[in-house]
């Protein structure tokens, strides 16, 4: 009794790493120096992993461990449990406090500061869906906690909170889906101090992308596959040293682990509308050997689709946030004909329905979250938070420069940048797992 | 811990709920739809057996009831911090079953009006006790306004120990049927809202009379009156609230009714737009539609793309009003999230039924299917309880902090 952790737990821990941590104040975050431009800068294709580490490969003893879920709570509620309440005021001050005041220095490097990275390290990000046997922190698995963290952190800014995500995502679609051999060779360098960067790659760039017919194929070679095809969204993916990427085996998808160092594995940078501090990157298969993650079962890969989605979806939700806070803020101090802007109907009911649909999305999210962590069925409730998430997302993220006027349509407020990274969230797959 | 899942404790009453709509309120919804001010008698026995269950405590707020916000849950267990799933949840979720079978039904139960919502919300325990049994109807709006409840012309004049009522209600719902009307009307048209109290008059008292009946775009099995209030005597007992003028209070208190009512209504429009999407389903499927949840929408048909939309649309009105029920059980301050819903909700139940007689071609708009009446039905839940437009005030004022003088 007194060693398991329950899912109540899991704030404890995380509470205890950053305890044990240099504060976000310690760090000096809140004055980032600017880094020099180069990711955008940088042209065409070029092998991946330059800097990255050889994962030895590790042989387990054959049953791979995974986190357990918890039962059918059957009451209606609303409240975060005491731990997840922890765990997301921890997240909030740091998206507060890190995320936002660095979001547009972020943009400009295309990429999120090293510091900001270790950061999440420090406070156990890329560990919440790791299994406690394997270095994680807690022996039951909580999709809702991952929606609360990742949409307190899109509060702060979506670019940055993708970047802290990815490796997160790998960890998780490792944890969850992978072989003990897998777990054993990749998850330590997750669960220490150093985490890599790591994307989980989806998307490929071609209109109507469906994830489910994929035009990257993968052929059996030897002991394992070879993968040709041409991917994107990959987050981070110059800096990347493992990749999990979504291949057409006998014609039907799987995921797939691909070393950066490996042969015929080559990135470009992928400037983007929005999304610039997640340093999105194109990856290129040329012949590149890979591992079939686990048994390649076709409904983990529905899983991790899935899963993806209802990361997005909690993302636009803290973006979203953002945007009614600041117009409500505009819209009273703003003033026209002599009166605050907010006395007119029209410009009050766009506001009113910002957050009439903003509640209505978080709520389909939350359903659909808590229906995986009680290992119901919750195709449809993604499915459903994706649309209204897609929809709604957009739609709050264009009122929100609407309501400014030409304000909104400059780099002076954010609200222009968060139009930018709401169009992503309909159309990305992968890249974050919760 | 977050789950927003239907209550383990009403999973059996909803089914249950669900098959009583199907048998008596479904079974007749064509009936009366063309029969319009016939009375539906079937639902008298349909009346008995909620009488029943309430009696019994079994009720679960199966009928159209309203919420005393001061006493414990049916479980009578004084649980703090406990996380509840009372009265106003079970009343939503029954009333959402309900209409999927027929709002003008569920409106015209027996003993179910918005008058015996008000009367069980605020009335003493004496009051209680004295109009126990009665089936009452709400008389709010006048000829001279609509969403402006402050306007009131009708007036109450004391008199010895009564009061003297004269004006003219419109809109009256169950006016014709039900055997009291609670009327809202002022003591004193100089003080304001402050002044408009409401009175329970029963429907023998001499000087109150039915002008005529409505005939109405949508739910017709219901009846909606016109009230003609001509010198009617009412004692001074049938007051509801306190019979004084209270300038600070306002209408703070007969205002806060509408944050349990609003909910029912989006409820209404939940139940009424989930019958739609159920039956559109059947019908693109037997089309050869398939609607798969993983696939991206913008690969899949315009139908089904369609449909996905509005299931998630109608997803997010179901979930805004368990959430206004939820914070009301919980005790909880729900205004803002009660107009959240009933806005959400009505406007999606409108939007949905509407888009689905268009998908469904001329079967949807004949006769022959339900949904060509569930788009009429639909209609009035945008508008009845405070229009989508008060909604999203209400929402405004309170999201942005202002007066009713400053946002008008």
Redo the contacts between chains.
């Keep these: 009794m007194a060693s398991r952790k329950d899912p109540m737990g899991i704030g404890l821990a995380v509470l205890n790493r950053i305890a044990s941590s240099p504060t976000i104040d310690r760090l000096g975050l809140r004055k980032q120096s600017e880094k020099a431009v180069y990711h955008g800068t940088r042209a065409g294709f070029q092998a991946a992993g330059a800097a990255g580490r050889t994962f030895k490969k590790v042989k387990g003893s054959g049953k791979p461990a995974r986190q357990s879920s ?1 039962g ?10 005491e731990d ?1 309440q922890m765990i997301v005021g921890v997240v909030a001050e740091f998206a507060d406090e890190v995320l936002r005041p660095g979001a547009e220095a972020a943009e400009k490097t295309d990429d999120t500061p090293k510091e900001v990275l270790a950061q999440t390290t420090e406070f156990g990000l890329s560990l919440l869906n790791v299994p406690e046997a394997l270095g994680g922190l807690s022996e039951e698995r909580s999709a ?1 906690t991952g929606v609360l963290v990742a949409e307190a952190l899109a509060y702060g800014d979506m670019g940055q909170a993708v970047a802290c995500l990815a490796p997160s995502a790998v960890a998780t679609a490792i944890s969850l889906w992978g072989s003990d051999e897998q777990q054993q060779t990749y998850l330590p360098a997750f669960t220490g101090d150093d985490v890599p960067a790591a994307a989980l790659v989806i998307s490929e760039p071609t209109p ?6 994929l035009g990257t194929t993968a052929t059996k070679s030897g002991d394992g596959y070879v993968l040709t095809g041409l991917k994107s969204g990959a987050v981070r993916g110059l800096e990347a040293e493992l990749f999990i990427v979504s291949a057409a085996l006998e014609g039907k998808p799987a995921l797939f682990v691909v070393e950066a160092t490996a042969e015929g594995v080559s990135v470009a940078a992928d400037p983007s509308m929005g999304l610039r501090a997640a340093g999105l990157t194109r990856l290129k298969l040329d012949g590149a050997p890979a591992a079939l993650l686990g048994d390649g079962a076709e409904d983990d890969y ?1 899983e991790a ?2 899963l993806a989605r209802l990361g997005w979806s909690a993302l636009a939700l803290g973006t979203a946030k953002a945007v009614l806070d600041y117009t ?1 803020e505009y ?2 101090g703003r003033e026209a004909f002599g009166e ?1 802007i ?2 007119r ?1 029209s410009v ?2 766009m ?3 910002i ?3 903003l ?3 978080r ?2 999210t ?2 659909a ?3 995986a962590e ?1 290992r ?1 069925s919750y ?7 994706r ?2 998430a897609a ?1 709604y997302g957009m739609k709050i993220g264009t009122d929100g420069v609407q309501l400014l006027g030409g304000h909104g349509f400059v780099k002076e407020h954010p609200v222009e940048r968060w139009y930018r990274d709401l169009r992503a969230v309909g159309l990305m797959e992968g890249a974050v797992l919760v | 811990m977050i789950n927003l899942d239907t209550p383990k404790k009403f999973r059996a009453f909803v089914d249950q709920a669900n098959q009583v709509a199907d048998n008596f309120l479904r079974a007749n919804s064509r009936k009366y739809d063309l029969a319009e001010h016939a009375y539906p008698k079937e639902l008298d026995l349909l009346a008995s057996l909620i009488d029943g269950m309430s009696d019994s405590g079994q009720g679960q707020g199966a009928g159209a009831a309203g919420v005393r916000r001061g006493e414990d849950d049916a479980d009578g267990k004084k649980a703090k911090n406990k996380v509840k799933n009372g009265t106003n949840m079970s009343s939503v979720l029954s009333v959402i079953e309900m209409c999927w079978g027929d709002v003008g039904l569920l409106l015209s139960m027996p003993r179910q009006g918005l008058g015996n919502s008000a009367i069980a919300s605020v009335a003493t325990d004496e009051q209680l006790e004295k109009f126990k049994g009665t089936w009452s109807a709400m008389a709010i709006t006048e000829p001279s306004f609509g969403s402006d409840s402050a306007a009131i012309k009708t007036t109450a004049v004391k008199d010895g120990d009564h009061y003297v009522l004269n004006g003219e209600k419109i809109f009256v719902t169950s006016g014709d049927r039900a055997d009291s009307v609670v009327v809202w009307a002022t003591l004193d048209k100089s003080l304001g809202r402050a002044a408009i109290k409401s009175f329970v008059v029963s429907k023998d008292t001499p000087g109150i009379r039915v002008e005529r009946l409505e005939h109405k775009l949508g739910i017709r099995a219901s009846d909606t009156a016109v009230i003609v209030l001509d010198n009617c005597r009412v004692h001074e007992s049938n007051l509801l609230g306190s019979p004084e003028v209270d300038v600070k209070q306002g209408f703070a208190g007969a205002m806060a009714t509408f944050d349990n009512t609003r909910p029912l209504v989006a409820g209404m429009a939940v139940g009424c737009a989930r019958a739609s999407l159920e039956l559109i389903r059947e019908l693109l499927e037997k089309a050869g539609v398939d609607i798969d949840y993983d696939r991206p929408a913008t690969s899949q048909s315009y139908a089904a793309a369609t449909f996905l939309q509005m299931e998630a649309d109608w997803e997010a009105a179901l979930l805004l009003t368990l959430e206004a029920a939820w914070l009301a059980d919980n005790r909880k301050p729900n205004s803002m999230e009660a107009s959240m819903a009933k806005a959400k909700a009505g406007r999606v139940g409108n939007d949905i039924t509407l888009k689905c007689v268009e998908l469904a071609g001329t079967l949807g708009y004949s006769e022959t299917e339900f949904l060509e009446k569930w788009s009429r039905d639909s209609k009035i839940l945008d508008i009845f309880e405070g229009t989508q437009q008060i909604q999203q005030l209400i929402v405004a004022r309170r999201l942005l902090n202002l007066s009713s003088t400053q946002l008008k």
């Excluded at chain 1, 195709?379 to 938070?385: F, K, P, S």
């Design positions: 918890t059918d709570s059957g009451v209606f509620d609303l409240t975060p449990t997840q809702t109507l992308f469906d994830p489910f017919e529905r689709i899935r409500k819209v009273v605050p907010a006395y109907q009050a009911f506001v009113a329905n957050a009439i649909e509640e209505g999305m709520l389909v939350l359903k979250a808590s229906r009680q119901q195709a449809r409730e993604v499915a459903l938070a649309k209204l929809e």
